[in-house]
């Protein structure tokens, strides 16, 4: 049996359920997640779970409270920085888990990729795409860290965790207390990065395919992995990370990613089939969350529904 650990927020539920989705229907090994969370009531749950028949799903709530005193980045929501919980809050037994960000399509089995031997290491994971070393634009602050600027900076959307070692070496406790640092540009993935000094197993780009590597030209990852291995990976990778990036994510209307079509498929099988996003309702949320007086957020709203039902 696979075990594997994602974390959300009851915000974020669409594409937790497409991601559970995408997992169950691609494994043939039994699987048991992992999911911390925070805000899911039981019908939210089971509209999450609905999708994913052949996993094992465990909910695991979150005291949001315990990260009060964290500033996360605008770009990430509060439950990324759950996976530093990871270690309190799974059981005693388990010893290995994968880690998945809930904005992930799975398109093939993990089994490779669970069975990998971390070689002395206590985390696997892929380089960064954009930023692959401390000393990358945007990266790290490594000279007030003292780190070699050309240290290995690896995206943790994707983990392979020896969890064990993580409890041994105090990982997690480390980056919570450098993720309560105000200059550090991507929050937990900067801290899990500086915890671990770089000292993590390089996995091959395909188990967590970023957008960034479809940049192009803005793409740094050919510079650290073989043209070969990318190549692959880029034209069938068995996890698609859709992170933020200017090809914008399927949930938005100005999606361009090339795996777009693939999550509607996956979101399809969920509670949620038939949902796609619509520009029109992303104007409004934008234009009626907060900050508008409540007599012109009323005719918003008005002119809003006009435009999208025609009342």
């Not at 959300?8 to 999911?35: C, H, M, P, Y």
């Not at 200059?183 to 900067?190: G, I, V």
Request: glycine share 8%.
């Amino acid at each position: 049996m696979i075990t594997m650990a994602l974390a959300a927020d009851s915000g974020f539920a669409k594409q937790l359920g497409a991601a559970l989705a995408s997992i169950s229907s691609t494994q043939d090994e039994d699987q048991r997640v992992f999911v911390l969370n925070h805000g899911f009531d039981p019908a939210l749950r089971r509209d999450v779970e609905w999708g994913a028949p052949s996993a094992e799903v465990t909910w695991v709530d979150v005291d949001t409270r315990v990260l009060a005193d964290i500033q996360v980045p605008p770009y990430l929501g509060a439950a990324s920085i759950f996976r530093l919980l990871l270690p309190s809050l799974l059981p005693a037994h388990v010893d290995r888990f994968i880690y998945l960000d809930a904005d992930v399509l799975v398109r093939a089995p993990l089994g490779a990729l669970w069975s990998t031997d971390l070689a002395g290491a206590s985390t696997g994971a892929v380089r960064d795409a954009v930023i692959p070393w401390a000393g990358s634009p945007g990266a790290l602050p490594w000279r007030a860290l003292g780190l070699e600027p050309t240290c290995p900076y690896f995206n943790v959307g994707v983990l392979l965790v020896d969890l064990d070692r993580w409890r041994a070496d105090g990982t997690a406790d480390k980056a919570l207390g450098l993720v309560r640092r105000r200059d550090l540009n991507h929050a937990d993935q900067c801290a899990i990065n500086i915890a671990l000094g770089g000292a993590l197993l390089q996995l091959d780009a395909t188990w967590n395919v970023q957008a960034g590597h479809y940049l192009a030209d803005e793409s740094a990852a050919w510079l650290v992995e073989s043209a070969d291995a990318l190549d692959r990976a880029l034209a069938d990778p068995v996890v698609v990370h859709f992170n933020t990036s200017p090809l914008g994510r399927p949930w938005a209307s100005n999606c361009s990613h090339p795996y777009r079509d693939e999550w509607f498929e996956a979101l399809d099988r969920t509670a949620w089939a038939g949902w796609r996003p619509n520009r029109r309702r992303e104007l409004l949320g934008q234009l009626t969350e907060g900050g508008l007086p409540r007599r012109l957020t009323r005719r918003v709203e008005v002119a809003g529904r006009v435009l999208l039902h025609g009342e």
